[in-house]
């Protein structure tokens, strides 16, 4: 039944949903060249971490509408010893940012200005992620983990047919930027795929970052960079905000399932209190076979839940009190457990925006070396390209992340998400995430590295991955590549992948008072499973990207 599903989820012939098998180490990216990147590293003696930092900047020069310097994101690193910390890089709301920045006099929002131009930007993390994470645990020198990059940058690569697809499908709002025209759009004549893209600058701007570290990004002169286009656009993001964003060390946020442990990211992003409090809800439940409608019924009422509450209560825990202990309780599990209708969807449609999570436009890597040591990371500009502007002369976008504010009560974001209070706009919080980067531990040793991007779908993409494996044992690459559902409470719909499900099940489903959307994919998770008894690496691209696992 499953192999009838995947077949007609692609037509592919079942081989192909066959995992990578490796002895020793893993990469999995979205993007084939920073995948290699990442072995690259690891054959040349790297750890886990020195190949998710090799990875992390190649992205931001092969897969520009994610990949960045310019952006956020969160890494979790579990050591083979069992040491594990998460690493919280997410953007910021620059000191002069104020909860009312994106309405104007009437208090109607402004629209697209939280989303299109250097207002939209937080104040980058990634650089200091990245830094954070290599002085921690790094193995190679700072400067072999971006020579890849570097490489790939200066003398540039093959356009990929889905690189060039990207770049036209966000020509207009590219178009608009001329640093951006210049270098994405090469002027009006975009890249056509085989054709070489060299970055100049970038590579410049990497070298700079690989002599210096992150202070020639938060100090030096890709900082002066970055406030000279800002004051040009007339942003708010000042040398001050730069000079005082840290990467923050945090616990990550742990979870049980039917035996097994659960790392994953505690605010200021969702993912890690959605994922867990779904699992507590579902975990001493029937979840009948994969995809049926009995249990797409189940887990879609516990998505409900779990987004309602997301949008209650979640926001960066350093500026508001989230009650993360009580959402991530079993007992508080029992009790929405209780609530989920016996038969019927608790129909009470409301007025909402369809999200638009078509494109993947953040980007998931996952990484295991020889010795057992673990990443899993997920970084993003937020929509592509972020806010579509390039630094001046440093060759990288800004992230559009603001967005991910409560920019107003009661109005939806560019993924249809409801949000409150606790998630307003103040200096210097973060924004609430749904990055749900995360890594299953059974007796001790790593089982499965995993995560997504798609925006409000992060949360449900990681649970159904991770319940095909945990709980219909799936191997890695059917569990990536199963079809995928989403709730995520308002707008009250089952957005469901198009062709992944049977008629009978969309016919009871919508008998059962679900009201469907259908989507043509929904994320892209980029996972590794570990065999518990032979220690073989087993990578899965999922089928949604372009993207690699490769290994040795
Ligand atoms: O942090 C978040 O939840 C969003 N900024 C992620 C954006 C994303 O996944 C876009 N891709 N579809």
């Given at each position: 039944m499953v192999l009838g599903l995947l077949l007609s989820a692609s037509g592919l012939p079942a081989a192909a949903f066959r995992p990578v098998a490796a002895r020793h180490a893993m990469v999995v990216s979205s993007e084939p060249y920073a995948c290699e990147a990442g072995l690259e590293i690891l054959r040349a003696g790297g750890n886990a971490v020195d190949a998710a930092v090799a990875v992390g900047?190649?992205?931001?020069?092969?897969?520009?509408?994610?990949?960045?310097?310019?952006?956020g994101g969160f890494m979790v690193i579990r050591l083979a010893g069992g040491e594990c910390l998460v690493v919280d890089y997410r953007e910021e709301a620059p000191a002069a940012a104020s909860r009312g920045m994106y309405l104007d006099a009437e208090g109607t929002l402004i629209p697209g200005a939280s989303r299109e131009g250097v207002l939209a930007a937080g104040v980058p993390g990634t650089v200091a992620g990245l830094a954070l994470a290599h002085r921690k645990y790094g193995k190679l020198p700072w400067r072999r983990a971006l020579a890849p990059a570097i490489r790939l940058a200066a003398r540039g690569f093959p356009v990929s047919f889905e690189l060039s697809q990207s770049l036209l499908a966000d020509r207009d709002s590219l178009g608009k930027f001329p640093e951006s025209r210049r270098i994405f759009l090469r002027d009006g004549r975009p890249y056509e795929p085989g054709e070489i893209f060299r970055q100049p600058e970038?590579?410049?701007?990497?070298?700079?970052?690989?002599?210096?570290?992150?202070?020639?990004?938060?100090q030096g002169r890709i900082a002066q960079a970055i406030v000279a286009t800002i004051e040009k656009h007339h942003g708010l993001i000042q040398l001050s905000d730069l000079r005082q964003y840290q990467a923050k060390v945090r616990e990550p946020l742990r979870g049980s399932f039917r035996g097994y442990d659960i790392l994953t990211v505690p605010p200021p992003s969702s993912g890690g209190v959605g994922l867990i409090e779904?699992?507590?809800?579902?975990?001493?439940?029937?979840?009948?076979?994969?995809n049926s409608y009995e249990s797409?019924?189940?887990?879609?009422?516990?998505?409900?839940?779990?987004y309602a509450d997301r949008a209650a209560y979640l926001g960066d825990a350093d500026f508001a009190p989230v009650p993360v202990r009580g959402l991530t309780s079993k007992e508080y599990a029992a009790e929405l457990r209780s609530e989920i209708p016996k038969t019927k969807a608790e129909v009470a449609v409301r007025a909402g925006r369809p999200a638009d999570f078509e494109a993947p436009e953040t980007t998931h890597f996952s990484v295991v070396d020889a010795e057992g040591n673990a990443v899993a990371n997920t970084y993003t500009l937020n929509g592509s390209y972020g806010c579509y502007v390039a630094v001046e002369g440093a060759g990288f976008l800004l992230n559009d992340e603001m967005d991910d504010f409560t920019a107003k009560l009661g109005e939806p974001n560019m993924f249809g998400l409801i949000q409150g209070e606790a998630n307003a706009i103040e200096p210097h919080k973060r924004p609430l995430s749904s990055m749900t980067p995360a890594i299953v531990v059974q007796g001790g040793k790593v089982r499965l590295v995993l995560g997504?991007?798609?925006?409000?779908?992060?949360?449900?993409?990681?649970?159904?991955?991770?319940?095909?494996?945990?709980v219909y044992h799936m191997d890695v690459r059917q569990a990536v590549t199963a079809p995928r559902f989403h709730h995520q409470w308002m707008p009250d719909q089952l957005v469901m992948e198009r062709w992944g499900f049977s008629a009978d099940t969309l016919?009871?489903?919508?008998?059962a008072g679900y009201q469907l959307e259908m989507r043509d994919r929904m994320g892209a998770c980029e996972a590794i499973e570990?065999?518990?008894?032979?220690?073989?690496?087993?990578?899965?691209?999922?089928?949604?990207a372009a993207g690699k696992a490769a290994g040795y």
């Amino acid at each position: 039944m499953v192999l009838g599903l995947l077949l007609s989820a692609s037509g592919l012939p079942a081989a192909a949903f066959r995992p990578v098998a490796a002895r020793h180490a893993m990469v999995v990216s979205s993007e084939p060249y920073a995948c290699e990147a990442g072995l690259e590293i690891l054959r040349a003696g790297g750890n886990a971490v020195d190949a998710a930092v090799a990875v992390g900047f190649a992205l931001a020069v092969t897969l520009p509408e994610a990949g960045n310097i310019g952006g956020g994101g969160f890494m979790v690193i579990r050591l083979a010893g069992g040491e594990c910390l998460v690493v919280d890089y997410r953007e910021e709301a620059p000191a002069a940012a104020s909860r009312g920045m994106y309405l104007d006099a009437e208090g109607t929002l402004i629209p697209g200005a939280s989303r299109e131009g250097v207002l939209a930007a937080g104040v980058p993390g990634t650089v200091a992620g990245l830094a954070l994470a290599h002085r921690k645990y790094g193995k190679l020198p700072w400067r072999r983990a971006l020579a890849p990059a570097i490489r790939l940058a200066a003398r540039g690569f093959p356009v990929s047919f889905e690189l060039s697809q990207s770049l036209l499908a966000d020509r207009d709002s590219l178009g608009k930027f001329p640093e951006s025209r210049r270098i994405f759009l090469r002027d009006g004549r975009p890249y056509e795929p085989g054709e070489i893209f060299r970055q100049p600058e970038l590579a410049k701007t990497l070298r700079q970052i690989a002599r210096d570290g992150p202070a020639a990004f938060y100090q030096g002169r890709i900082a002066q960079a970055i406030v000279a286009t800002i004051e040009k656009h007339h942003g708010l993001i000042q040398l001050s905000d730069l000079r005082q964003y840290q990467a923050k060390v945090r616990e990550p946020l742990r979870g049980s399932f039917r035996g097994y442990d659960i790392l994953t990211v505690p605010p200021p992003s969702s993912g890690g209190v959605g994922l867990i409090e779904m699992l507590n809800v579902l975990e001493p439940l029937d979840l009948a076979a994969p995809n049926s409608y009995e249990s797409i019924r189940v887990i879609a009422e516990t998505m409900r839940h779990a987004y309602a509450d997301r949008a209650a209560y979640l926001g960066d825990a350093d500026f508001a009190p989230v009650p993360v202990r009580g959402l991530t309780s079993k007992e508080y599990a029992a009790e929405l457990r209780s609530e989920i209708p016996k038969t019927k969807a608790e129909v009470a449609v409301r007025a909402g925006r369809p999200a638009d999570f078509e494109a993947p436009e953040t980007t998931h890597f996952s990484v295991v070396d020889a010795e057992g040591n673990a990443v899993a990371n997920t970084y993003t500009l937020n929509g592509s390209y972020g806010c579509y502007v390039a630094v001046e002369g440093a060759g990288f976008l800004l992230n559009d992340e603001m967005d991910d504010f409560t920019a107003k009560l009661g109005e939806p974001n560019m993924f249809g998400l409801i949000q409150g209070e606790a998630n307003a706009i103040e200096p210097h919080k973060r924004p609430l995430s749904s990055m749900t980067p995360a890594i299953v531990v059974q007796g001790g040793k790593v089982r499965l590295v995993l995560g997504s991007p798609g925006g409000g779908t992060i949360i449900n993409t990681v649970l159904q991955v991770l319940l095909n494996v945990l709980v219909y044992h799936m191997d890695v690459r059917q569990a990536v590549t199963a079809p995928r559902f989403h709730h995520q409470w308002m707008p009250d719909q089952l957005v469901m992948e198009r062709w992944g499900f049977s008629a009978d099940t969309l016919h009871k489903l919508e008998g059962a008072g679900y009201q469907l959307e259908m989507r043509d994919r929904m994320g892209a998770c980029e996972a590794i499973e570990i065999d518990p008894t032979t220690g073989w690496r087993f990578g899965a691209a999922d089928p949604r990207a372009a993207g690699k696992a490769a290994g040795y």
